[in-house]
């Protein structure tokens, strides 16, 4: 009885052995993927970051890779407009959608507005791009020509962040305790007031991190924004400017690019890396001070 | 247990496999290098890959790096072929070269736009900025835009020739990558001035696309005169040797000229080189 035993407490120690060693290397590993890919970012850049000094991808007069010019400038504030428009118009949107759905809505609309807003977030980017080119940059063009904009950009991010921020805002208030709002309405608290004073302070961790997961699609996001905003390097005056994104300089030229204008497209993909990580960084801030 | 049992035996299946995938018979593979112009390269890979296909035995290794690197490969015996893709220049006479296709762009606008036509010197002026209006060049009373094509892309070099101008100096209002994005573009703008692959732009416009192409210096945009070489902003694609190519090679620039690969030219929207 005792060695039976002895035996299985033994086997068991070297399956909890094995899963700790597989579950320790699955981890090293995904850890040691993005460093890698950092590494590999900046071994490709290399070539051309140790004969140009850094500061030229910010004071040179444009961007003209083949004419030796490199200002990534433009391509970093078209990135952040398009992004922060988008954030703009999405988080209320997507907010407000999913205050409907869990707090006015009847079940059955609740229910297939729901089902509505997850194909919006299962459409390709590629459709909302062509889509944009075909019907949305006419229109602009309509007001102001050119039509492929800054404003063309920031509709179409909107569109594809929007569901990001609706499903993960639902998910949240979802979360908030039934006790919270059943205390509430015993309160006589009206559905506004209860909305505003308990749902949305008790998931504000869970929109505020909806929101970072959107704002990095938005500044990565890359064919449906290449499709609309004009793509050119020049900083944008006003919403009907075309601009160029970071990530589309990249999939706009690299088919292409050859020695030191290939390398300084692997120079704006770090730059999209590292703004990428600015931004987890001040994900990870807030977050902390509502868990302490 | 049962269940990793049939993992293991799925291992070992696939492990088998890939043992028996081993290629066979590569004691005598035959090897031919070519080098030269990135215009080139992505069509000649997708033809060695269908030569390859025909002749087994053979490898065909193809690397881009400027019509320039492939003039010297050639010379120097790095390379068996080179890729070139302009007419030889005077002092590179002493090469042959063996036209597999033709590269045209045409200047493309919105169907509803009355301008027939324009001179190099009024594309030159549109393209830098100094006339921005459709009603200069005799059309209606609108803002131009200029479409202009990302760095890099073989259309921009050889449009930035003709024009004799550098990429700078062109103030661009929408910049496309590949000819599809461009047509759709111009397609969807009225009063656009784009330039795409001929190749591209017949066929779109046949299919029911709103743009049309200028004619150039009095010449249509068509396939077939940039075929024949008569339309101004065409280019050949060259294969180039040292020698009159033998064996191996000239095997391989056959195929590359034959109608065998047709289809592979004319998806990389170049003309198929044919009989002139």
Known sequence: MTLWKHTISSRR??????????????????????????????????????????????????????????????????????????????????????????????????????????????????????????????????????GASLLAGILILTLMILPTVALTAHAALSAVPDEYIRAAVTLGMSRWGTIRGIALPAAKAGIAAGTILAAGRAIGETMAVLMVTGNVARHAHSPFDPVRTLAANIALEMPYAMSDHRAALFVSGLLLMTLVMILWGLAAWPGKNIHG | MQSSIETAKFAILILGAAFAWHPAGNAAVQKLVLTGASTVAPLVSEIGRRFELQHPGTRIDVQSGGSSRGINDVRNGTAA??????????????????????????????????????????????????????????????????????????????????????????????????????????????????????????????????????????????????????????????????????????????????AEVHDLVEAHYFVPAGVR
């Not at chain 1, 078209?78 to 988008?86: F, Q, V």
């Not at chain 1, 459409?123 to 020509?145: A, D, E, K, R």
């Not at chain 2, 059309?139 to 101008?165: C, H, M, P, Q, W």
């Open chain 2, 81 to 258: 072929i080179g890729m070139v893709s302009r007419d030889l220049k005077p002092e590179e006479k002493d090469l042959h070269a063996h036209t597999i296709a033709w590269d045209g762009i045409g200047i493309i606008l919105h169907a509803s736009n009355p301008v027939a036509a324009l001179s190099q010197q009024q594309i030159m002026d549109i393209y830098t900025g100094k006339v921005s209006n459709w009603k200069t060049v005799g059309g209606k009373d609108a803002a131009i835009t200029v479409v202009n094509k990302a760095d890099g892309r073989s259309t921009l070099e050889l449009f930035l020739n003709y024009l004799k101008l550098k990429n700078s100096q062109i103030k661009p209002h929408v910049i496309i990558g590949d000819n599809s994005q461009g047509i759709k573009t111009v397609a969807g703008n009225v009063n656009a001035i784009g330039y795409v692959s001929i190749g591209a732009a017949e066929y779109e416009a046949k299919h029911g696309l709103p743009i049309k192409l200028l004619p150039l210096d009095g010449i249509e945009a068509t396939v077939n005169n940039v075929r024949n070489g008569t339309f101004p902003l065409s280019r050949p694609l060259n294969l180039i040797t040292r020698e009159s190519p033998s064996g191996l090679a000239r095997k391989f620039i056959e195929f590359a000229r034959s």
């Open chain 1, 13 to 146: 120690g070297y399956v909890d052995g094995l899963m700790l060693w597989l579950l320790h290397s699955a981890a090293i590993i995904s850890a040691a993927v993005v460093l890698l890919i950092l590494l590999f970012l900046a071994v490709e850049a290399w070539p051309i970051l140790n004969h140009i000094p850094f500061s030229h991808f910010f004071t040179d007069a444009s961007w003209h890779p083949g004419e030796g010019m490199y200002n990534l400038a433009p391509m970093l504030s078209g990135t952040l407009y398009a992004a922060a428009g988008a954030l703009l118009l999405a988080v209320p949107l997507g907010i407000a959608s999913s205050l409907f759905i869990l707090y006015y809505a009847s079940p059955g609309i609740a229910h297939g507005y729901l089902r509505l807003v997850e194909l919006l977030a299962g459409i390709p980017s590629v459709v909302y791009g062509f889509w944009g080119l075909t019907t949305l940059v006419p229109l602009i063009n309509l007001v102001q020509p050119p």
